[in-house]
T-cell receptor, first 114, second 112 residues
Framework: NAGVMQNPRHLVRRRGQEARLRCSPM?????VYWYRQLPEEGLKFMVY????????ESGMPKERFSAEFPKEGPSILRIQQVVRGDSAAYFC????????????FGPGTRLTVT | DAKTTQPTSMDCAEGRAANLPCNHS???????VYWYRQIHSQGPQYIIH???NNETNEMASLIITEDRKSSTLILPHATLRDTAVYYC?????????????FGTGTRLTVIP
């Protein structure tokens, strides 16, 4: 079984551009989570989604950040008008519909804002 | 906020058991103890979890004290590939409360 897939693995954006990060959960998983890891820090929760629903976005910055998990296709984390402080590794995780337990993480997308 | 306290770093000789402690003195009765690790900026990897009983799987053993205020993750025969940051996390198992709170973890270095 393929694991959680994220693309791109590396993304470079200039200040003011938009960044789109994609996450395909493991087969059969309908819960998706996004986390951000700043350099030399631990992961910070951003948002938890199920198909077509945002369940918990308590960790999302109030502006410029949005996430979706459509009925078909991958989950998208969108960052508008990126700034240097958005440079980080963004990890996606998924879990099965009946499993509140372990989350399976993807390899991450490393965003660099120049 | 993370509800756990872990040492910042530890060393372990290759082939020896690595014992990683975690304090969670404010843990609630319905909170589980989870362990994840992150190898060199890769995505975190689930290791093991437990509620009150000791648990063992192919990767590790989890020993939880009777009062549940602390636990120890044991890697029975550490290898160089076990060098990673290990995170101890407590969480409730319920819908809508599924996010994981990662603290700073313990950086384990396995020495040849």
């Amino acid at each position: 079984n393929a694991g959680v897939m994220q693309n791109p693995r590396h993304l470079v954006r200039r200040r003011g551009q938009e960044a789109r990060l994609r996450c395909s959960p493991m087969k059969g998983h309908s819960h998706v989570y996004w986390y951000r890891q700043l350099p030399e820090e631990g992961l910070k929760f951003m948002v938890y989604l199920q198909k077509e629903n945002i369940i918990d976005e308590s960790g999302m910055p109030k502006e410029r950040f949005s996430a979706e998990f459509p009925k078909e296709g991958p989950s998208i984390l969108r960052i508008q008008q990126v700034v240097r402080g958005d440079s980080a590794a963004y990890f996606c995780a998924s879990s099965p519909p009946d499993g509140y337990y372990e989350q399976y993480f993807g390899p991450g997308t490393r965003l660099t804002v120049t | 906020d993370a509800k756990t306290t872990q040492p910042t770093s530890m060393d372990c000789a290759e082939g020896r058991a690595a014992n990683l402690p975690c304090n969670h003195s404010t843990i609630s009765g319905n909170e589980y103890v989870y362990w994840y690790r992150q190898i060199h900026s890769q995505g975190p990897q689930y290791i093991i979890h437990g509620l009150k009983n000791n648990e063992t799987n192919e990767m590790a053993s989890l020993i939880i004290t009777e009062d549940r205020k602390s636990s120890t993750l044991i890697l029975p025969h550490a290898t160089l590939r076990d060098t990673a940051v290990y995170y101890c996390i407590v969480r409730v198992e319920q819908t809508g409360a599924n996010n994981l709170f990662f603290g700073t973890g313990t950086r384990l270095t396995v020495i040849p």
